[in-house]
């Protein structure tokens, strides 16, 4: 079944008539290829195709990449994608990738997406044929199957739910807490706005005249803006005031203190610090104001979800994206060595280097 906001994108196999960005070409040989199979009241189909890893990764949530995977992980038609060795292709030594597409799974695949790891089943070649110095054997080749066929988990083949490779993108905002401070070093900032380099040298100089009067005194945030109208207003060598020189002098002379109350708007509502903007990708199953409490709070205890920044075809805050990250689910940590081995090693290299020169100089 479609979800509620794949039918809102109207995103069907075969097109992308409404991806945010266009994605690449492989993401849309696998629409292409999922357009190709037999229709599920006929019995359905299955397909394979090999990729580089990019269809896995690349674009981030709302772009064209991620879209075409959320379209093929919600409805679940994706079966298995193996890892492949490198070398093993002419021209390329990069890694690539098995995808195996269903329109009809069985019922224990159903939801569930298998991981299966095959980049250690190899065996070099006797003589390497430009980038491809590796084959899989007959025997490799069978177990890669084997595990497929089985469906069943192990270190080298994971069972992983559809929504597992989900997360919502959220943005996460910090009050502005600035005062606006009239100093030298302002006047250096200000040289460097764009806004402020369009005035003539005349206007320079005026508006430079008359900040100086306000030298190392402090204001409120909101001063520059009433402090800029008057002016303008009563001397028209200023020139015409436009948003881009208000925001141009504020970024010169703003100075950021954390000790002072967040700036209020003139809605009365909180202003956000856009230099302290982040954004955070929440895994779907974890709710956005638990993440923030428990991954964000303790290290900014001011900060806060931004409601308004969400996809207008999807329920919730954030944009939700896929991605399929291997490295992440097959990593195995593997502890630093020990101090005192890589120091003898160290030493031995300083006396090996120490003997070599003594056998130059004598």
């Known amino acids: 079944m479609w979800s509620k906001s794949t039918r809102n994108r109207s995103l069907k196999a075969g097109s992308a008539q409404s991806c945010p960005v266009s994605a690449t070409a492989q993401c849309f040989f696998l629409l292409h290829l999922l357009s190709k199979l037999e229709d599920p009241e006929k019995g359905g189909g299955r397909a394979a195709i090999v990729l580089s890893g990019s269809p896995l ?42 995808w195996i597409l269903s329109n009809k799974k069985p019922e224990h695949r159903k939801g569930k997406v298998q991981l299966i790891n095959a980049t250690e089943m190899y065996e070099p070649l006797r003589k390497s044929e430009g980038n491809k110095r ?83 005194s402090e204001h409120d945030w909101h001063w520059v803006e009433s402090f800029a109208k008057d002016a303008a207003k009563k001397d028209t060598a200023l020139g015409k005031l436009d948003a881009a020189l208000i925001k141009s002098l504020r970024a010169a002379f703003g100075v950021r203190d954390p000790e002072l109350k967040p700036v209020i708007d003139k809605k009365g509502k909180v202003t956000p610090d856009d230099d302290m903007t982040d954004f955070e990708n929440v895994p779907l199953a974890t709710d956005i104001q638990d993440y923030l409490a428990t991954e964000v709070l303790p290290h900014a205890e001011d900060a806060y ?48 280097i120490a003997a070599m020169l003594a056998e130059v100089t004598e």
């Open 305 to 352: 979800i931004d409601e308004t920044y969400k996809d207008e075809a999807d329920e919730g805050v954030g944009i939700v994206g896929y991605e399929i990250n291997f490295n992440r689910y097959f990593y195995e940590y593997q502890p630093p060595r020990d101090l005192e081995e890589i120091d003898a090693e160290l030493n031995a290299v300083e006396e090996r």
């Open 134 to 216: 590796r084959k899989i054997s007959d025997d490799q080749i069978r177990e890669i199957v084997a595990m497929y066929s089985d469906c069943e988990p192990s270190k080298q083949s994971l069972i992983m739910d559809a929504q597992d490779f989900g997360y919502r993108r959220i943005k996460v905002l910090r009050p502005l807490r600035k005062k606006i401070v009239i100093s030298d070093e302002g006047f250096e900032k200000l040289a460097e706005e764009k806004a402020w380099a369009k005035r003539s040298e005349e206007q320079q100089s005026a508006w430079t005249d008359l900040l100086r009067e306000e030298m190392n």
């Open 57 to 98: 990764f690349n674009g981030s949530a709302g772009q064209g990449e991620s879209e075409i995977r959320r379209h093929l992980l919600e409805n679940d038609v994706v079966e298995a994608i193996i890892a492949l060795p490198q070398e093993i292709f002419f021209r390329t030594g990069i890694g690539t990738y098995i």
